[in-house]
């Protein structure tokens, strides 16, 4: 059974950092491409960042770069967000997905809020 479980968020200080973590489960995890998005209230949901199944290759949108880092720990079967210079209009639900295929977690509450 593929599970996607995220972990990390909370309630943080503009400037401030977060760590996101999405454990998977249920399927070849080193097989396939994952990604970070996100969704803010009566916003529709945005690709944040995106990873190679080896690690090799990331992307992130514009309004990211330079402060966010995805990766990957494949022996761990775990994708990661490292979320630095955190801005109130990062305030989301942040999402792991599996690219290519129709597998989503469950989101996890980022807030940035002085």
């Known amino acids: 059974q593929v599970q996607l479980v995220e972990s990390g968020g909370g309630l943080v200080q503009p400037g401030g950092s977060l760590r996101l973590s999405c454990a998977a489960s249920?399927?070849?995890?080193?097989?396939?491409?994952m990604r970070w998005y996100r969704q803010a209230p009566g916003k529709e949901r945005e690709l944040v960042a995106h990873?190679?199944?080896?690690?090799?290759?990331?992307n992130y949108v514009d309004s990211v770069k330079g402060r966010f880092t995805i990766s990957r720990d494949n022996g761990k079967n775990t994708v990661y967000l490292q979320m630095n210079s955190l801005k109130p209009e990062d305030t989301a639900v942040y999402f792991c997905?599996?690219?290519?295929?129709?597998?989503w977690g469950q989101g996890t509450q980022v807030t940035v809020s002085s």
């Open positions: 997905k599996v690219f290519s295929l129709n597998y």
């Open positions: 249920g399927f070849s995890f080193s097989s396939y491409g």
């Open positions: 990873i190679s199944n080896t690690g090799g290759f990331t």
